[in-house]
């Protein structure tokens, strides 16, 4: 079956910390990631997508994020955070052959501790 | 810039009421979307269509109905509202084709409380 989970429901991490938020897949086709981002009483916005070629896609507002096949991940990383990225992300998954669905994990809420 | 928009931020309704939520976007997607955002539960899918008057169901399609009369047009419809479909209800947009991967274009929500 193909699923997609985030393992962290919450991450507080302190101002200009790192951050790394997990997401991994599981698929026997290959799949398109997206990362989106959500802010307070807002829709989803999309932060950066692997598609094909380099597993190191860079995306808006210094995130990026590395494809490993072999590990079925996808996780987003910042080397330092502002209190500005307090927001939940998402990670989705589309599936070649899917009809153009995409699933996406349950979310992970990002909160920033001055 | 793709544009979804949704016809309410804010919306409350009666239980038992007809609810009609709109969604319109601007850049000829074939593919729209319905999902309900619900805390620690993500996003489920409603409904979606895959082109002008075809839909297809989603993973919780039970006390919903859809209408596409128009490309840029979805309309999600509760036909007797009821509390338990108090939620954030999330509209996208997308391109079929392995360029665009499928990625999905959102609106900004809509708020509904059924009292």
């Known amino acids: 079956a193909q699923s997609v989970t985030q393992l962290d429901s919450q991450v507080p991490v302190f101002e200009e910390a790192p951050v790394e938020l997990r997401c991994n897949y599981s698929s026997s086709v290959s799949v398109y990631l997206f990362w989106y981002v959500q802010y307070p009483n807002q829709g989803l916005q999309l932060l950066l997508k692997?598609?094909?070629?380099?597993?190191l896609v860079k995306g808006i507002n210094g995130f990026e994020a590395e494809f490993n096949k072999s590990q079925t991940s996808f996780h987003l990383r910042k080397p330092s955070v502002h209190i500005s990225d307090t927001a939940e992300y998402f990670c989705a998954v589309s599936f070649w052959g899917s009809a153009s669905k995409i699933i996406f994990g349950s979310g992970t809420r990002l909160s920033i501790r001055p | 810039d793709v544009k979804v928009t949704q016809s309410s931020r804010y919306l409350v309704k009666r239980t038992g009421e007809k609810v009609f939520l709109e969604c319109v976007q601007d850049m000829d997607h074939e593919n729209m979307f319905w999902y309900r955002q619900d805390p620690g539960l993500g996003l489920r899918l409603i409904y979606f269509s895959y082109d002008v008057k075809m839909k297809e169901k989603g993973d919780i399609p039970e006390g919903y109905s859809v209408s596409r009369e128009k490309k840029e047009r979805f309309s999600l419809i509760l036909e007797s509202a009821s509390t338990n479909q108090t939620s954030m209800y999330l509209c996208?947009?997308?391109?079929?084709?392995?360029?665009?991967?499928?990625?999905?274009?959102f609106g900004p929500g809509t708020r509904l409380t059924v009292l």
């Open positions: 692997y598609l094909s070629g380099s597993t």
């Open positions: 996208a947009s997308s391109s079929p084709g392995r360029e665009a991967g499928n990625e999905q274009f």
